[in-house]
């Protein structure tokens, strides 16, 4: 699993750090550190719907805080709990850009044991960072 919970961080919400060779692979690393703070199993979330979107930013680390958000809100608007399984990330000028294509389904309590509803990804210690080992970031998620 590319992604620990950190209970020393937050008291009321929760924190956790993420990792991937690749910023891809980090941005799917969080994106399901962010889902399962909500279900109990990940794997329990099937393939049945799509959503396909773009974003962009002026940094790295404020795609990754607005992907995730993107997340929250088809949560939010549609029911939907939404894993990211393909995506694409490049920098064109001074702006990042992601391409996520993300599956899911619509939430169904009597299979999907519900944990907690996270209502936002918070800027406190939020943190994105690449080193020789790849990318990291650390975040506390609003719940």
Known sequence: M?????????????????WG??????????????VSVMISDLSMVRPREQRHFKLEDSSADMLLFNFLQELIFYKD???LLLRAKELKIWQQGDHYAVLANAYGERIDASRHELL???????????SLTSGPGGWKAELILDV
């Open 2 to 18: 590319p992604f620990r919970y950190l209970d020393d961080r937050a008291i009321a919400d929760v924190a956790f750090e993420a």
């Open 21 to 34: 060779a690749t910023m891809e692979e980090l941005f799917i690393s969080a994106a399901d550190a962010t």
């Open 77 to 79: 608007a549609e029911k």
């Open 116 to 126: 907690v509803d996270v209502k936002a990804v918070t800027l406190h210690r939020f």
